[in-house]
């Protein structure tokens, strides 16, 4: 279980942190703990994994990273675990997940792949065929955004 | 405005972890050679530029009880921004994509991500969506992870 202070300091800086000399501090006294105690509690949720990072979300598309494309693959079941860890090695795949098939969808695996161009995303799935001998796959290029934010709690 | 070698130099170290310190922004600005109140300026700019969504902690959903799911939908191009508008509107609802298959046609068009405090919750509001546009969703939950780290390689050439 996650604490309700965990919680209370989550959802306060979940926003963004304030842009001080000294945030940490800041947030202390905005959720009413001492700043060693967010300090130790954020160590400890990173420690723990239940925050992946404490870091900069980047608007990819603003700093010309504009082609993503999500990229599905049909895997034998024997081939999963090897073909999962040569496609997440390249610094262009940004998520790789293994997903469940059902009748009509057979694609196993999933990776998202972020470029400058589709030709960069291209090249990518070139070499990842390449490397894993897989050729039934869809490259499913995003046409149109409705929503993207951040995950919040 | 645009962003200078100095600012891809912050953006790309702002991608790891911010140090968890009495002062982060001296840290990062001795580690990159570079002064504390510049670098506060500069990721004040392009936070206000928008390069910069927020520095924040980046969730593990399932890791505090959430549960979470990629979802997709098969809908006719009329019904499209209705469906997406539905999708919208649930505050779990992170990701909401058209997609189309460029070398090989596929049913399936809309493509969302969706985290609820149960799975419950979850299933409930997926049923939801399926009685109020009257088209199925299909749950493509993660059954394993490989990858998942959003960090990407800026540029700083031009």
Known sequence: MTEDLDIKLIKYTQEGLPLTKTPYKDIADGVGMTEEEVIGRLKALLENGKIRRLAASIAHRKIGINSNAMTVWKVSQDKVEECGKIMAAFEEVTHCYERPTFPGWEYNVFTMIHGYTDEECENVISSIKEKTGLDDYVMLYSEKEFKKVGVRI | ?158
């Open chain 2, 1 to 158: 405005m645009s962003l200078s070698d100095t600012d891809k130099k912050i953006l790309q170290r702002l991608q790891s972890n911010i140090p968890l310190t009495h002062r982060p922004f001296l840290d990062l600005a001795e580690e990159l050679d570079l002064d504390e109140d510049l670098v506060i300026e500069r990721v004040k700019a392009m936070v206000d530029g928008k390069y910069v969504r927020r520095l924040a902690p980046i969730i593990n959903t399932q890791a505090v009880g959430n549960s979470a799911t990629l979802a997709a939908m098969q809908v006719p191009d009329k019904k499209i921004d209705e469906v997406a508008e539905v999708i919208n509107g649930y505050s779990g609802v992170s990701h909401n994509y058209l997609r189309k298959g460029r070398n090989k046609e596929l049913p399936l068009n809309i493509w969302f991500t969706m985290s609820a405090p149960s799975q419950e919750k979850l299933e409930e509001n997926i049923k939801e969506i399926e009685t109020r546009t009257g088209f199925d969703v299909r749950m493509l939950p993660t059954t394993k992870k490989f990858k998942i780290g959003v960090k990407f390689k800026i540029y700083r050439k031009g």
